[in-house]
T-cell receptor, first 116, second 111 residues
Framework: AQSVTQPDIHITVSEGASLELRCNYS??????LFWYVQSPGQGLQLLLK??????LVQGIKGFEAEFKRSQSSFNLRKPSVHWSDAAEYFC??????????????FGRGTSLIVHP | DTEVTQTPKHLVMGMTNKKSLKCEQH?????MYWYKQKAKKPPELMFV???????INESVPSRFSPECPNSSLLNLHLHALQPEDSALYLC??????????FGSGTRLTVV
């Protein structure tokens, strides 16, 4: 069974500083990996996804993530954080069942706090 | 249309009430999902419909009853809920690698 570990419950950064959110996964085959962001009271928005190919993935809102098979990691990065990036971030790994669509398993989430 | 629309956005219901949550998408996605999310926690999968058939039920209590009338609609019927069922209920849809899209959720409060 797949699993995801987000080791940081909270991350605090200053506006304009760089950001890295950590994600480690456990899955027997090549994983489908995702990062989602959730603002308070809202649904989850997909930031980026990795299925195969280039291990550096570009997403929306200036985010990127790098898939490192040797470290079983898929860390999320942003070079300069904006106050509007404050939110909950979920890493997820997806397995593809026989029905053709995948079911993501979510990490516990990392809460990003941005100081002015 | 690239959205999953959920109604209502907020719902307050008593423990003896019957209510329904609705979810709609017009992206041609053939898998639809219900999730329950408590504050500061990740979403928990409840049900999966694949091609309008229930394919996964994660041991959800029978007071939650899903329904998929057609490929665009997903309902969650609620009856005799408990206060601990208060949560954000999220609907999502997907189709292969086309993406996994979440709605904005229904904030449910059981009193």
């Amino acid at each position: 069974a797949q699993s995801v570990t987000q080791p940081d419950i909270h991350i605090t950064v200053s506006e304009g500083a760089s950001l890295e959110l950590r994600c480690n996964y456990s899955y027997g085959a090549t994983p489908y990996l995702f990062w989602y962001v959730q603002s308070p009271g809202q649904g989850l928005q997909l930031l980026l996804k990795y299925f195969s190919g280039d291990t550096l993935v570009q997403g929306i809102k200036g985010f990127e993530a790098e898939f490192k098979r040797s470290q079983s990691s898929f860390n999320l990065r942003k070079p300069s954080v904006h106050w509007s990036d404050a939110a909950e971030y979920f890493c997820a790994v997806g397995a593809q069942p026989s029905g053709g669509s995948y079911i993501p398993t979510f990490g516990r989430g990392t809460s990003l706090i941005v100081h002015p | 249309d690239t959205e999953v629309t959920q109604t209502p956005k907020h719902l307050v219901m008593g423990m003896t009430n019957k209510k329904s949550l609705k979810c709609e998408q017009h992206m041609g996605h053939r898998a639809m999902y219900w999730y329950k999310q408590k504050a500061k926690k990740p979403p928990e999968l409840m049900f999966v419909y694949s091609y309008e058939k229930l394919s996964i039920n994660e041991s959800v209590p029978s007071r939650f009853s899903p329904e998929c009338p057609n490929s665009s609609l997903l309902n969650l019927h609620l009856h005799a809920l408990q206060p601990e069922d208060s949560a954000l209920y999220l609907c999502a849809s997907s189709h292969g690698r086309k993406g996994y899209t979440f709605g904005s959720g229904t904030r449910l409060t059981v009193v």
